[in-house]
């Protein structure tokens, strides 16, 4: 069973509908389609875990430090020293995770990690035994370390889709989902809790926008 302590996901107005927040040491994902703010949503998630005072690490599988740093400088946010950022190739994220996270985990003492994004790991194995094999032994590692953590995962532009691979969502303590919905000839951007372990949540879609400064801001 998870320590009760909630952890705050740095989007306001997000906590209280999920009973103060995300559990402490648990797995989620935050499931969206291209373009729906998951990358910015983890920043926020970090940046909260800086302000308190906590060692955080965002794992890149898709940019460049340099080009992750830069983009969020364009959007008003300066990350400074204390996100750290790596990227991992396939084949990093496939043969060396362990050992790598291991002593970063260790050293710096991580509180929070993202991965950004989980789906390209999920394509490396040809069945759904070795991916849920695969998703098992990462989310349980980061488990055991008592590591608040999010994955991203990209979904395909229809509905009732959680993940590439189907199976993430299972694994996962808890899915947010970020979406499109096409209402009256435009798009409004939608995120619902759509799995907590643990938790009372609303299952309403929350509107959302991105603005610059601020990211992700709940509200119509
Ligand atoms: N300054 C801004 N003001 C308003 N919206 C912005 C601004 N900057 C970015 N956006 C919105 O944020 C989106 C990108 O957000 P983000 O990179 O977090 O999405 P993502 O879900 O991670 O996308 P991907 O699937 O490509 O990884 C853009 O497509 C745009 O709609
Ligand atoms: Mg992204």
């Known amino acids: 069973m998870p320590d009760a302590k909630r952890v705050k996901t740095g989007i306001k107005g997000l906590d209280k509908l999920m009973e103060g927040g995300l559990l402490e040491g648990s797995v989620y994902l935050l499931s969206g389609n291209a373009g729906a703010g998951k990358t910015i949503f983890s920043m926020q998630f970090l940046k909260e875990g800086v302000a308190n005072k906590e060692s955080v690490l965002y794992i890149s599988t898709e940019e460049k430090e340099d080009s992750i740093r830069k983009g969020f ?34 050293r710096n003492k991580i509180k929070r990690i993202v991965l950004d994004s989980i789906s390209l790991s999920t394509l490396y194995y040809k069945d759904d035994y070795s991916v849920r094999k695969y998703l098992y032994k990462f989310v349980s590692f980061l488990k055991d370390k008592k590591i608040t953590c999010l994955l991203t995962s990209e979904v395909p532009e229809k509905q009732g889709v959680l993940s590439r691979g189907g199976i993430e969502e299972f694994v996962c303590d808890g899915v947010i989902l970020l979406q499109f919905l096409g209402t009256g000839g435009k798009y409004e951007r939608g995120l619902t809790i759509r799995k907590m372990r643990w938790t009372s949540h609303t299952l309403d879609i929350h509107p959302y926008r991105i603005e610059k400064n601020k990211g992700i801001v709940l509200g119509g």
């Open 73 to 106: 400088k364009i959007l008003g946010w300066d990350l400074g020293k204390s996100i750290e950022i790596i990227g991992l190739s396939p084949d990093e994220l496939e043969d060396e995770w362990e050992s790598l996270l291991s002593n970063k985990i260790e």
